[in-house]
């Protein structure tokens, strides 16, 4: 069966780095992407981008980009998300969850089907 | 690219149906039928309830149902019960290999 299970809680103070990572078991890794999540205290969810497991490219959401980094390793079936520059309103549960490749000009599903338990980066001094 | 809009809570007794809005613009919702919607309870990962505006994934009750009209997706719970009481999200594809999710609506069951 699909397993996603996620790295643990994290603190950093302000200005460190972060990294997250996101091991996927029961299916074919590279067939699938790996989308980002965050949570904020408080607040609702909020989508980062993704990572395109088979390529490594990724797409980043426009307040994400050039502070946020999604890659992976194939050979363990784990995505990763760094976070540089860390402020205090980075505190959240940052999710992986799994959605469709894209392929032939779409993706083979536009729904995020299979969730990471979450991992909650605590951002203080 | 701002949040979809959800009411921040709805309620209603056992049994009773309820219906959460979620309400975007024509570059989202409005332009495609690609919104899915997410049950979550605290401390645990999200479980994914409707894809494709109205359609279910195997295992999910038919209780749950989606619609949409114009910019405005909807899920509806008939026959309400107590473990249906978490927070619920929508989400749309936006174009651009964007994705952009509501605030979460907050389901009280009485």
């Known amino acids: 069966q699909v397993q996603v299970v996620q790295s643990g809680a994290e603190v950093r103070k302000p200005g460190a780095s972060v990294k997250v990572s996101c091991k996927a078991s029961?299916?074919?890794?590279?067939?699938?992407?790996i989308h980002w999540v965050r949570q904020a205290p408080g607040q609702g969810l909020e989508w980062m981008g993704w990572?395109?497991?088979?390529?490594?490219?990724?797409h980043y959401a426009q307040k994400f980009q050039g502070w946020v980094s999604m890659t992976r390793d194939t050979s363990i079936s784990t995505a990763y998300l760094e976070l540089t520059s860390l402020k205090s309103d980075d505190t959240a549960v940052y999710s992986c969850?799994?959605?469709?490749?894209?392929?032939?000009?779409?993706?083979?599903?536009?729904?995020?089907?299979?969730w990471g338990q979450g991992s909650l980066v605590t951002v203080s001094s | 690219q701002s949040a979809l809009t959800q009411p921040a809570s709805v309620s209603g007794s056992p049994g009773q149906s309820i219906t959460i809005s979620c309400t975007g613009t024509?570059?989202?919702?409005?332009?495609?039928?690609?919104v899915s919607w997410y049950q979550h309870h605290p401390g645990k990962a999200p479980k994914f309830m409707i894809y494709e505006g109205n359609k279910r994934p195997s295992g999910v009750s038919n209780r749950f149902s989606g619609s949409k009209s114009g910019n405005t997706a909807s899920l509806t719970i008939s026959g309400l019960q107590a473990e249906d009481e978490a927070d619920y999200y929508c989400c749309s594809y936006s174009g651009a290999s964007t994705w952009v999710f509501g605030g979460g609506t907050k389901l009280t069951v009485l």
């Open positions: 969850a799994r959605g469709g490749a894209f392929s032939g000009g779409r993706f083979s599903f536009y729904h995020f089907d299979f």
């Open positions: 029961g299916y074919t890794f590279s067939d699938y992407y």
């Open positions: 990572i395109n497991l088979n390529s490594g490219g990724a």
């Open positions: 024509s570059s989202d919702v409005g332009s495609y039928n690609l």
